[in-house]
């Protein structure tokens, strides 16, 4: 089954600063790639999202890029902001099985330095 | 506000006591899911549910039984748990059924004494 793995487990950044975290999957059959903001008492909220018909995808400051060859994504949070300090989590799917091969990775910790 | 809602928020509930936690989605939706949010590990799903049948997850310890009534509502029942089901439970629901762009819930905390 489709495994996947996510670095840093932590990260600090000074506000104004960017951020990258990355992602790597196995299961080359995986076709989309979200991630997720999960802050304080709170769900994971997604905040995009890229299929693997496409190489980077961008939405204000935050962009997602994949690279299937390498079996590879990553977030890029630019101009970061305190209120982005949260946990992010990527996430792989080849959409079959109605959903049941969705794996989530362990998660970063983001924390936007004042 | 993501269109799905879940009560209660935090339930502490006995081994022996049988509770159940409750998600509304208002989105439309055609699926459903129960996710376990544990310390220090990756989200963990227990169930799916598609057009209101259930898709089978083997590895969900049968204390934890799943009824979707409709497309909108999702209930997870427990029953005799064990301190170690302590966890975030998340529901989550999708238009695919692929489980493409899901929409969580807040999460009910469930504490097991």
């Known amino acids: 089954g489709e495994n996947v793995e996510q670095h840093p487990s932590t990260l600090s950044v000074q506000e104004g600063d960017s951020a990258v975290i990355k992602c790597t999957y196995s299961?080359?059959?995986?076709?989309?790639f979200p991630w997720y903001k999960q802050e304080l008492g709170k769900g994971p909220q997604l905040i995009i999202d890229i299929r693997s018909n496409v190489g980077e995808k961008k939405d204000q400051r935050i962009a997602v890029t994949l690279n299937k060859t390498a079996k590879h994504f990553s977030l890029h949070i630019t101009e970061t902001q305190p209120e982005d300090s949260a946990v992010y989590f990527c996430a792989a799917s080849n959409g079959e099985n109605y959903g049941q091969n969705f794996v989530f990775g362990p998660g970063t910790r983001l924390s936007v330095l004042p | 506000e993501t269109g799905v809602t879940q009560t209660p928020r935090h339930l502490v509930m006995g081994m022996t006591n049988k509770k159940s936690l409750k998600c509304e989605q208002h989105?439309?939706?055609?699926?459903m899911y129960w996710y376990k949010q544990s310390a220090k590990k990756p989200l963990e799903l227990m169930f799916v549910y598609s057009l209101e049948e259930r898709v089978e997850n083997n590895s969900v310890p049968s204390r934890f039984s799943p009824e979707c009534p409709n497309s909108s509502h999702l209930f997870l029942h427990l029953h005799t748990l064990q301190p170690e089901d302590s966890a975030l439970y998340l529901c989550?629901?999708?238009?695919?059924?692929?489980?493409?762009?899901?929409?969580f819930g807040p999460g009910t905390r469930l504490t097991v004494t």
């Open positions: 989105l439309g939706h055609n699926a």
């Open positions: 299961d080359s059959a995986s076709n989309y």
């Open positions: 989550a629901s999708s238009q695919d059924q692929g489980g493409y762009e899901q929409y």
